[in-house]
Structures are given as structure tokens and as C-alpha cells.
């Protein structure tokens, strides 16, 4: 059993960045894909960012070019990395981790971007 915990979220001006960090109590380098989902109010959870075991990368066409996913294999964490944070950017961010048939969900961080 992996246990995936979320920080990094809270409340960040338009234009501005956040950098979320999901940190797994195993190693991520087993996991065969990582992702960042997040789920507005009244929205659908939809996938923002993920990366498979081979480096694959996939981003939401919403957030090209402003967020990253990151991974630190040594440290067991995965990054968003935020940059030009936009008031439809708010939602909770949620990590994903799945293994062959496991999926593991952290808790969420909630980010707010307004004035």
C-alpha cells in the first residue's frame, strides 16, 4: 500500500505560480504512471498533467506551456510546477499513482487563484 500526500496548495493572485508536491510513502520509480488530476466545483475531474515509467509526458491543452510535471525518483515526489495561474486554474489538485492494476489517490490540496 502506497500512501500519496499532497502540499503546496492555497491562495496565489492571477499570474502568479504555486508548486504542488505529492509525496509517496514508496518508491515512484515502480509506479507505471503519475498524474495530477484536479475537479473544480460543479466540473468533472479531469487529468492535467501526467507521465509514465518511460517518460511520457501529457498535458491538458489548458495548462500547456504554464504548468510541469516533475519528478524526483531520490525523494519519491512528484511536482506540479504552476507559472501564469489563471482564476479557472481553481480547483482541488489531487495526485495519482497506478501500478498494474493499483491506484493510489492522495487527499487533495485545494488552490485558489483570485484578487
Known amino acids: 500500500q502506497v500512501q500519496l500526500v499532497e502540499s503546496g496548495g492555497g491562495l496565489v493572485q492571477p499570474g502568479g505560480s504555486l508548486r504542488l508536491s505529492c509525496a509517496a510513502s514508496?518508491?515512484?520509480?515502480?509506479?507505471?504512471?503519475m498524474g495530477w488530476y484536479r475537479q473544480a466545483p460543479g466540473n468533472q475531474r479531469e487529468l492535467v498533467a501526467s507521465?509514465?515509467?518511460?517518460?511520457?509526458?501529457y498535458y491538458t491543452d489548458a495548462v500547456k506551456g504554464r504548468i510541469t510535471i516533475i519528478t524526483d525518483n531520490a525523494k519519491n515526489t512528484v511536482y506540479l510546477q504552476m507559472n501564469i495561474l489563471k482564476p479557472e486554474d481553481t480547483a482541488v489538485y489531487s495526485c495519482?499513482?497506478?501500478?498494474?492494476?493499483?491506484?493510489?489517490w492522495g487527499q487533495g490540496t485545494q488552490v485558489t487563484v483570485s484578487e
Open positions: 514508496g518508491s515512484i520509480s515502480t509506479m507505471g504512471f
Open positions: 507521465m509514465t515509467n518511460s517518460g511520457t509526458t
Open positions: 495519482h499513482g497506478a501500478i498494474d492494476a493499483l491506484r493510489y
